[in-house]
């Protein structure tokens, strides 16, 4: 069986893709940027190596005969961090190294995971655009993620065969591995439904795109309802 490259392996869905991958009997090579700072991370079947999703070459020197790569990183954690280191291109160079690099590589398939606030609401807007919806402050991010979506899409017929997953609406850490999933498009579910996910939930779609890919150079949304819990 082939392994995996996780990028963000450190971070709540590369955890939680991480461990899904390991469960199904998959090695996986996680990437974060300092190895020292994760000494929890290292297990039967995973290597941790350091490198940066930004930069092409470390891209292709840590994915090389790796089955497939999944994009689980953010420069953004939480609103403690703020927003004055935020790079807006984050996710463009993002996109970039990791279709140079994986080519270079020759790693065909990219599974990474998207930003609800860019899926369209009821009123055919982003959800970004809507205060009531999305915390203006946060705007910053989402656009910036935005952008990196918009550069997959710019570069879609190349040699990487890429998907992103998007969880339309709140994304539950710790929260239960049902195993199942709905896949939506460009709107946000829902109607008078609640849409969210868990990360371990996230996670079984990533390695399922990885293991069985179904959708190609395109973004799908991911979620759950929270009314068929129970
Ligand atoms: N509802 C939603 O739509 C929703 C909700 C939450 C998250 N998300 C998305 O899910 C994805 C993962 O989020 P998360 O919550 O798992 O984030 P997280 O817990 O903050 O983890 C992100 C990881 O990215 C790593 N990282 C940052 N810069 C890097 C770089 N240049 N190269 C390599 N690794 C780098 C960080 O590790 P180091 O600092 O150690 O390098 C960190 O562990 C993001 O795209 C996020 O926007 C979506």
Do not use: C
């Not at 450190?10 to 998959?26: D, F, I, N, W």
């Not at 860019?118 to 970004?128: Q, Y």
């Not at 109607?191 to 399922?208: C, I, K, N, Q, T």
């Amino acid at each position: 069986m082939s392994d995996i490259v996780v990028f963000g392996a450190g971070g709540r869905a590369g955890r939680a893709v991480t461990a899904e991958a390991r469960g199904r009997g998959y090695g996986v090579t996680a990437v974060v940027r300092d190895p020292a700072r994760y000494p929890d991370l290292r297990a039967d079947g995973v290597t941790v190596v350091p490198g940066d999703v930004t930069d092409r070459g470390s891209v292709g020197a840590v994915a090389a005969g790796h089955a497939g790569a999944v994009h689980a990183v953010s420069p953004y954690s939480g609103p403690e961090q703020g927003f004055d280191a935020l790079d807006p291109a984050f996710f463009v160079k993002a996109a970039d190294a990791l279709l140079d690099g994986l080519a270079e590589a020759g790693v065909g398939r990219l599974v990474a995971v998207g930003l609800g606030a860019n899926l369209l609401g009821a009123d055919g807007r982003p959800v970004m655009d809507d205060p009531l919806a999305f915390p203006p402050e946060i705007r910053p991010f989402a656009l910036a993620h935005t952008a990196g979506l918009h550069r997959l899409r710019e570069r879609g017929e190349g040699r990487v065969d890429w998907v992103m997953l998007t969880p339309a609406g709140h994304l539950e850490h710790g929260g239960d591995r049902t195993g199942r999933y709905h896949v939506g498009g460009e709107r946000l579910p829902g109607g008078d439904r609640e849409p969210w996910l868990s990360y371990a939930d996230l996670a079984v779609a990533l390695v399922d795109e990885i293991e069985r890919p179904v959708r190609h150079r395109t973004r799908v949304s991911v979620f759950n309802f929270r009314e068929e819990e129970g």
